[in-house]
């Protein structure tokens, strides 16, 4: 799974959320981000209002709030998630002797970036591609 300090940098480099069913996510406050939430159309989903979009927790007797701002969450993408922002950026995945190793074009060379978890390899791919779309 993608790390919060990951999810972080994707977010400060332009990474925007569109928030659906199935999405991963913490609650960006202290004491609360190591919990991971998922979107579901029952219990865990997005409300629009006016005034912005909350997630509420719908029937979750465990929690003390029954709604959080958008703005006070941070996304965790998937795999899938963040091989679609690639693109066509996005060369390959394979496995080297550090573990998963992703390679994706950052301003038009091929480069690869490796993790023992493919999730977080693909977001160190993806932050270099946002930071060079910039």
């Known amino acids: 799974m993608l790390s919060t300090s990951l999810a972080r940098d994707l977010l400060d480099a332009g990474l925007i959320w569109s928030p659906l069913p199935g999405d991963r996510f913490v609650v960006d406050r202290s004491g609360l981000e190591a919990e991971v939430y998922h ?32 703005e006070e969450t941070l996304w965790l993408p998937r795999e899938d ?24 074009l950052v301003d038009g060379a091929p480069q690869t970036f490796t993790h023992r978890d493919a999730e977080e390899a693909y977001g160190l791919a993806t932050l270099a591609v946002l930071r060079s779309r910039s």
Do not use: P
């Not at 091989?83 to 390679?103: I, K, N, P, T």
């Open 39 to 70: 979107l579901a159309d029952m219990t865990v989903e997005v409300h629009e209002f006016v005034g912005g979009s909350v997630i509420g927790f719908n029937g979750v007797a465990e929690w003390a709030l029954d709604s959080v701002a958008l």
């Open 81 to 104: 998630q963040l091989r679609a922002v690639l693109g066509h950026d996005f060369v390959g995945l394979g496995l080297q002797a550090e573990g998963y190793a992703v390679v994706a």
